[in-house]
């Protein structure tokens, strides 16, 4: 119950508050037990308004952010969606709430170790996970109704683009290594359109397309 309250509380005030409105996500967010992603001696500090590090130089996101590019990607339900950094995989959990699968790609191996264990554990079974390097995307899966990047990237990988279907959105943060624009990418028949969702700081998305090594 504890935890429960402390879920709720989050979403009030750190969600709702801040113009998060997608009620699908803020249900999957009152849902999903952050408080397991996070190492046992920052459990206190699960629900707080930061990220927090989760080991080998990642961390696990602000409540908000992750909300914000959950909301951004427009899930219904129906979508198979790519995840580029698996982390501790509580995004990868909040996006198998509202997607039909996730595919998520973790270039840590130790990282997707524990995220799978834990996702198995929570009965997560619509997730799919693979160790490698996220920039090239999976192209056996694709085309992807959506794509989120969990790391800061110079650019927009081109194989995210082109690996996103007609319609498809992409959620990418880009910028130098230090602070970051967040970007919603959709294809449309026309061609790209970005849409600019705020500034950010997030770790180095490393990879062929992306930085070649952490700051």
């Known amino acids: 119950m504890e935890f429960a309250t402390a879920r709720n509380r989050m979403v009030d005030s ?3 508050s801040r113009g998060i409105k997608d009620l699908q996500v803020l249900a999957s967010m009152r849902k999903v037990p952050r408080h397991r992603f996070v190492e046992e001696a920052l459990i206190s500090q699960a629900y707080g308004d930061h990220p927090l590090p989760i080991g080998e130089k990642q961390t696990i996101s602000q409540p908000y952010i992750v909300a914000l590019m959950t909301e951004a990607l427009e899930l219904k339900g129906t979508e198979h969606v790519l995840e580029v950094g698996t982390g501790s995989g509580y995004q ?3 996006l198998a709430e509202l997607a039909k699968k996730v ?6 191996y130790g990282l997707s170790v524990r995220a799978r264990r834990l996702l198995d ?3 997560y079974l619509n997730v799919v996970l693979k160790v490698g390097d996220g920039t090239v995307g999976w192209k056996e899966q ?3 109704d ?3 990047v969990t790391a ?6 081109q194989p995210l683009v082109d690996q996103l279907g007609v319609g498809g959105r992409l959620v990418i943060p880009v910028g130098d290594r230090y602070s970051q624009t967040l970007l919603k990418v959709v294809r449309g ?3 790209i359109k970005k849409i600019d969702l705020g500034g950010c700081r997030f770790v180095n998305l490393v990879g062929q397309h992306g930085w070649q090594e952490l700051e």
């Open 142 to 144: 694709a085309p992807f």
């Open 146 to 148: 959506a794509v989120m």
């Open 189 to 191: 028949k026309e061609g």
């Open 14 to 16: 750190q969600l709702v």
């Open 92 to 94: 990868t959990a909040i």
């Open 103 to 108: 595919y998520s790609i973790e270039r840590v």
């Open 121 to 123: 554990e929570l009965g």
């Open 152 to 157: 800061g990237s110079p650019d927009v990988p």
